[in-house]
C-alpha cells in the first residue's frame, strides 16, 4: 500500500514541474561526452585503415547488426598494416541497440562511437550503412589506401595505440616519455572534418581495450 501511496504521489509532483521543451531540430542540444551515436572506422596517421577484418565486433554484437568479410593484404595492395584488413564492413542501424560492446571488443581501436545521433530514415536500406559510409574521412597527410606501410613495420602501428583513442586520425597525438610512465591515455582531440564540424567523443572505457592486437 505505502508503494502505491509513493507511486502516485511522484505523478502528482511532476504534475506542478515547470514543462522543458526543448526546440529541436531547430535548437540542438549538446550530447554527453561519451553518447554512444553513430560508429566510425578510424585510420592511421598515413591513411591505412585500423580495421584488420578479425570480426569480434561482430561476434561481440548481441543484436547481430555487424556483418565483416576479411581480406588479405599484398605487396601491391594494402589497405592496414598485417595481414588482413575488412574488404566488407557493414552496420545495420535498424537492428543496432548503441550498447557499445562491439568498440569493447576492437583490439586495434579501429571502431568507436561518435556523437552523431541523427540517423533516422524512412528506408530499411538505408539503414545499413557501408564501409563506405563508416570510414572516417581523409585528413591532410593522409593517403588514400591501397599503399604501403608509411610508418615503419606493423609493430610501429600499434605501439602506444590503445592509449590514445581519438576518433580521427587514430595516433595523431604525440606520445610523451611521462604518458608512458603513467599508462594515462591522451585526451584524443578531433579534426572537425571528420564530424562536419561536430566534436567526436571516443567512447569505452580506456582501459577496457589496452591489449595489443
Known amino acids: 500500500m505505502l508503494d502505491s501511496v509513493k507511486g502516485f504521489g511522484l505523478t502528482f509532483a511532476t504534475m506542478f514541474r515547470r514543462v522543458a521543451t526543448e526546440q529541436y531540430p531547430y535548437d540542438v542540444k549538446p550530447t554527453a561526452p561519451r553518447y554512444h551515436g553513430r560508429h566510425v572506422l578510424n585510420r592511421h596517421p598515413d591513411g591505412l585503415e585500423k ?5 569480434l565486433c561482430a561476434w561481440a554484437c548481441p543484436a547481430d547488426a ?8 599484398t605487396e601491391d595492395r594494402r589497405f592496414s598494416p598485417g595481414e588482413r584488413y575488412g574488404a566488407v564492413y557493414q552496420i545495420n ?9 562491439c568498440i569493447e571488443a576492437c583490439p586495434t581501436r579501429s571502431l568507436t562511437m561518435s556523437n552523431e545521433y541523427e540517423l533516422a ?21 593522409m ?9 615503419g613495420d606493423t609493430e610501429d602501428y600499434y605501439v602506444g595505440a590503445m592509449r590514445n583513442p581519438g576518433a580521427s ?3 595523431e597525438t604525440p606520445q610523451t616519455s611521462d604518458d608512458a610512465e603513467s599508462n594515462l591515455p591522451h585526451s584524443g582531440l578531433q579534426d572537425p572534418a571528420v564530424t562536419g564540424g561536430r566534436q567526436v567523443q571516443p567512447t569505452g572505457e ?8
Do not use: W
Not at 51 to 55: H, K, L, N
Not at 66 to 73: H, Q
Not at 143 to 151: D, I, Q, T, V, Y
Open 121 to 141: 530514415s524512412d528506408s530499411r536500406q538505408d539503414l545499413i550503412f557501408t564501409k563506405t559510409e563508416l570510414l572516417a574521412p581523409l585528413l591532410p597527410g
Open 206 to 213: 580506456p582501459g577496457a581495450a589496452e591489449r595489443t592486437p
Open 93 to 101: 542501424y535498424a537492428r543496432c541497440i548503441f550498447c557499445g560492446l
Open 66 to 73: 555487424i556483418y565483416v568479410e576479411g581480406g588479405d593484404n
Open 143 to 151: 593517403e588514400a589506401p591501397p599503399h604501403p606501410m608509411r610508418l
Open 51 to 55: 580495421c584488420v577484418g578479425c570480426e
Open 169 to 171: 586520425a587514430g595516433a
